[in-house]
T-cell receptor, first 113, second 113 residues
């Protein structure tokens, strides 16, 4: 069974600085997808970024980028120029071949003004 | 326009009662899911339906019964509610394709007293 581990329960960063959230996963599949979801206090799950495992190029979405290391089974999220609105729980997720998402434990990100 | 909607958003009930949570998506997706988020924010899949057929059924007590009257709806019925059922329940949907991004509903916070 696939597992996803986020080793940082909480992180904080100064506004306008850069922060990296860690995620590792375990799988025997060769083809899969990885996602980062954001959950603000409103509890809505919002997709931040996604990565196809067969693509070597790291995904980027504006201020959000990932460092995908397939051999190491690592999928970290970098947030540049942090903004107050980035404060939220961040979940790393693995999508299995059957379609279900397996989530990490989450990292609570605080932005300090 | 709401993509994935859930009703109700909040549900407070007594132990032993039976309750239902409804989910509807207007995205034309063919697959729908139910996830449970516990008090520690851990998210775990419960069920998945594709074109009204059950395709994922994780280890969930049989007091939980999903029903999909059509591919736009996936309801969750819970019998004999227990204190441990208190959680936030999320419905999600996706369309089979190259990248099956899952779109989440706003969640239903269930409190069992």
């Amino acid at each position: 069974a696939q597992t996803v581990t986020q080793s940082q329960p909480e992180m904080s960063v100064q506004e306008a600085e850069t922060v990296t959230l860690s995620c590792t996963y375990d799988t025997s599949e060769s083809d899969y997808y990885l996602f980062w979801y954001k959950q603000p206090p409103s509890r809505q799950m919002i997709l931040v970024i996604r990565q196809e495992a067969y693509k070597q190029q790291n995904a980027t979405e504006n201020r959000f980028s990932v460092n995908f290391q397939k051999a190491a089974k690592s999928f970290s999220l970098k947030i540049s120029d942090s903004q107050l609105g980035d404060a939220a729980m961040y979940f790393c997720a693995y999508r299995s071949a059957r379609g279900k998402l397996v989530f990490g434990q989450g990292t609570r990100l605080t932005i300090n003004p | 326009d709401t993509a994935v909607s859930q009703t109700p958003k909040y549900l407070v009930t007594q132990m032993g009662n039976d309750k239902s949570i409804k989910c509807e998506q207007n995205l034309g997706h063919d697959t729908m899911y139910w996830y449970k988020q516990d008090s520690k924010k851990f998210l775990k899949i419960m069920f998945s339906y594709n074109n009204k057929e059950l395709i994922i059924n994780e280890t969930v007590p049989n007091r939980f019964s999903p029903k999909s009257p059509d591919k736009a709806h996936l309801n969750l019925h819970i019998n004999s509610l227990e204190l441990g059922d208190s959680a936030v329940y999320f419905c999600a949907s996706s369309q089979a394709g190259e990248i099956e991004e899952q779109f989440f509903g706003p969640g239903t916070r269930l409190t069992v007293l």
